[in-house]
């Protein structure tokens, strides 16, 4: 079923035990292939979604994350995980029985294949898969309809009383009659990648009316750090157990933490906030619930237990405690409760949304948000959650779009294209443009805004639709932000000790979405932090703007150049040097493009990510043509017992041939003269695939390799590690037949 088989049951069954119950395996059964492999990565946050209402992937699989932030930190002591799986839930009373049904994605409780709880199914359809949509002009996932940098579409039901194409009962199950359409949205500004957007439709595809619709998002968060207390190694040290949850009710805000934060290996936040739904903001109540694993009676709170039926989990929907919170949060205190560390589940949850009849459809938006502890206080605070409380505030903002004051309807004065409909930043008081502070518009003063619930001709400052909306057709439009020229196209030509990176102008031909303006500014140019001590993310190399009063004005001269390389033309050039040959994994560089700001909007000027175009690269020999002088060499030589970027086993040791052809045969030979493994170098493509440690340190990244080198594991072609001793090698350039010979010695 969806995950439930084939991904979830798997991924529950490989938990560490929360109880003593034995786990067993279940197969899936089923001819269509469960999606449960796409995860959000455009951004910070790392997060696994599925066609089957369930989010996170159990901390099943060391090479994805689940509900991962910072994702793409260099400093392991940032890439904390947060949620092991989530989902929907959605309630409401049925015409067809006069019952309440609640359709869940996932509950607590439940292990295997047989077990209520997993509810929403995909089809049949071997297509039915998550699809990908992006903004960026770059992506090969571009589309005119996506919405965010990286937007996934999912689609499910709850019609089925059995899992599609199996044999597999979907146990105490009553459908609704729901399709639900999942649309969820990530960004890579830098003030936007700690959140992704889950923006669900839900319709009524039943011959009944469905009352009082509810919907929420139940979370199994866990915050802890594989880097600290790996859930991958045998007495790893996890612990589901030292965790707290809070309830922020300015900010809509259900929020879970580790307690002490593991020695600053976990100190951060998993927060999932309500944003909005089709019905008005005031019509809506936002409900929090609490309850520890599979704890369906607790002594210790009685209130405050596992529901354990449909009707149980409508009363969470809706609100069972409403204003009475365990560890609940106010600006003026901490959680009422700091001692009741424990597996907390949670359930952040809107309605009533809508009465939906057949056919009818509501929507309701939620954001799944993290953020690194603001502060060292060692409880939980407002100011410790600031970042936290940002970044939910920015999902707010994208999700608000036009509606500047988020309260769901369409104000006059918030319209700011010409169309009818309402747009970001439109009428917006500011004082420092009110000449007379009479509180309104006069002529002769600047316009944004009045602030007078009028949309008035100075206002209306555009008279192009935003992103192809025709005027006046009278909806908000969501999912708008600020945002800043993309990055340009990105090539780094690693060589020995420097590395050359190459960028084009894409970037300064971007529109506002906003003002409809070129507004670019200039470059700034990124790498991996200089010293390995360093607490930085990144290192700035160098700045360079235009020339018109704003910035350093350095203008572009001292990189500028107008080169094609592989078919691309490229304007820019910048070298950076002093870097060590061999490093995998060790260095990156970027290209962020920024503009000038919209000193009218009160914008600062904004930049680009440096995740649209990171790469790494390793340093070293380009490859050699025939005839030159340089002679084929291996590094470090001699190996002494390990290299500094070996790590711990005999499968993790690595060395490299340097200066080779761009085609190459190379053998290795013990003293004796026998031969102990042998390679094709193809300089053009080779990424470290024939390396265990070259795959650890940078597979599935974007790297680039300078074509002379060639990495070797020290095992043999009889897969055994190689002792002490001297040895032989020779090379062989394919395209010319010319051999070169050399040696080096192992010490172990």
């Given amino acids: 079923m969806f995950l439930l088989l084939l991904g979830l049951i798997s991924s529950l069954m490989a938990q560490p035990s929360r109880d003593s119950r034995p786990r067993t395996s279940a197969r899936l059964h089923k001819t269509a292939v469960d999606d449960y492999w796409h995860f959000h990565n455009a951004g910070n946050l790392g997060l696994t979604i599925t066609n089957y209402g369930v989010i996170g992937e159990g901390y099943n699989n060391p090479d994805q994350p689940s509900c991962m932030y910072k994702l793409h930190a260099d400093n392991m002591r940032y890439q904390i995980e947060h949620m092991s799986f989530g989902g929907l839930w959605v309630g409401g ?42 903004t960026i002009v770059t992506s090969p996932y571009f589309s005119p309809h996506a919405v965010s940098h990286q937007d996934f579409v999912a689609v499910f039901t709850d019609l089925n009383t059995r899992v599609p194409g199996s044999d597999f009962e979907i146990p105490n199950h009553t459908p609704l009659g729901l399709s639900i359409r999942l649309e969820s949205y990530a960004w890579n500004y830098s003030y936007t990648d700690a959140f992704v957007i889950l923006n669900y439709t839900i319709t009524n595809v039943s011959r009944y009316t469905i009352e009082d619709v509810f919907a929420g998002l ?26 707290m949850n809070g309830f922020d009710q300015a900010y809509k805000l259900a929020y879970q933490f580790d307690a002490d934060g593991d020695d600053g290996f976990a100190q951060s936040y998993f927060g999932l906030r309500y944003l909005g739904s089709s019905r008005r903001r005031d019509s809506v109540q936002v409900h929090y619930d609490q309850w520890r694993w599979s704890a369906s009676a607790a002594m210790d709170f009685p209130e405050y237990v596992m529901p354990i039926n449909d009707e149980g989990r409508y009363e969470v929907l809706r609100g069972r405690h409403t204003g009475r919170y365990y560890n609940d949060v106010t600006d003026g205190g901490i959680p009422t409760d700091p001692a009741s560390r424990g597996s907390w589940m949670l359930v952040l949850s809107a309605g009533p949304l809508a009465t939906l009849a057949p056919g009818g459809s ?22 410790r959650r600031a970042n936290l409380r940002l970044n939910s505030d920015w999902a707010q903002i994208a999700y608000n779009g036009e509606d500047v004051d988020g309260d769901g309807k369409l104000d006059p004065n918030e319209d700011q294209n010409n169309n009818g409909i309402l747009d970001g930043q439109e009428d917006v008081y500011r004082s420092d ?64 000790g420097r590395v050359t990176l190459y960028w084009d102008k894409v970037s300064e031909e971007y529109e506002d979405p906003i003002t409809r303006e070129k507004d670019f500014e200039g470059y700034r140019i990124y790498s991996s932090p200089k010293t390995a001590s360093s607490a930085e993310e990144r290192t700035l190399l160098a700045e360079f703007d235009r020339i018109n009063n704003l910035g350093y004005d350095t203008g572009f001269a001292a990189v500028q150049v107008d080169t094609v390389i592989d078919g691309r033309r490229y304007y820019y050039r910048y070298t950076n040097t ?68 070996d790590g711990d086993s ?58 002379g080198l060639h990495a070797w594991d020290l095992i043999s072609s009889y897969d055994q590690a190689i002792a002490t001793g001297l040895y032989f090698f020779s090379v062989k350039n394919v395209e010319t037949g010319e051999i070169q010979t050399g040696k080096f010695v192992i010490i172990k």
């Avoid at 049925?94 to 509810?119: L, N, Q, Y």
């Avoid at 139940?218 to 965790?243: E, F, H, K, L, R």
């Avoid at 007078?452 to 006046?472: F, R, T």
């Fill in 93 to 134: 009373r049925s015409e067809a029985d006069g019952a309440v049904h609640v359709s869940t994605a996932i509950v607590d409780g439940v292990f295997e294949a047989g077990e209520e709880g997993f509810e929403f199914t995909n089809s049949e359809a071997a297509g039915d898969t998550i699809q990908v949509r992006s």
């Fill in 218 to 243: 139940w979370a199994d968060a866990a915050v802890g750090n594989m880097n600290y207390t790996s859930i991958y190694t045998p007495g790893g040290g996890w612990s589901w157990y030292d965790n």
């Fill in 362 to 383: 509501t929507t309701v938006t939620f954001a799944v948000v993290c953020g690194l502890w603001a502060t060292q206080e060692s409880n939980d605070t407002p100011g």
């Fill in 433 to 496: 443009l009110d000449l007379n502070k009479n509180s309104r518009w006069d002529v002769g003063e600047p316009v944004f805004g009045d602030g007078d619930g009028h949309l008035d001709i100075e206002e209306d400052v555009h008279s192009n639709a935003i992103k192809g909306i025709q005027p006046g057709n009278g909806v908000i439009d969501r999912f708008i932000l600020p945002s800043p020229p993309p990055s340009p196209n990105l090539l780094a030509v690693p060589g020995e």
């Fill in 578 to 645: 002093e870097l060590l040959s061999g490093w995998p994994g060790q260095y990156w560089f970027a290209v962020t493009a920024f503009d000038r700001g919209n000193p009218k909007n009160n914008l600062p000027s904004l930049e680009s990510s440096v995740l649209e175009n990171k790469m790494y690269a390793v340093i070293g020999s380009p490859a050699r043509p025939a005839g030159s002088e340089f002679r084929v060499g291996v590094f470090p030589n001699p190996y002494r017992g390990q290299a500094r970027w």
């Fill in 650 to 707: 005999d499968r993790d040791r690595m060395l490299w041939f340097f200066n080779l052809p761009a085609e190459a045969e190379v053998r290795i030979y013990t003293l004796a003269g026998d031969l102990i493994d042998e390679f094709r170098h193809h300089g053009s493509s080779y990424r470290g695939e024939d390396v265990n440690l070259m795959q650890q340190k940078i597979g599935g990244s974007n790297t680039v390799l300078p074509g």
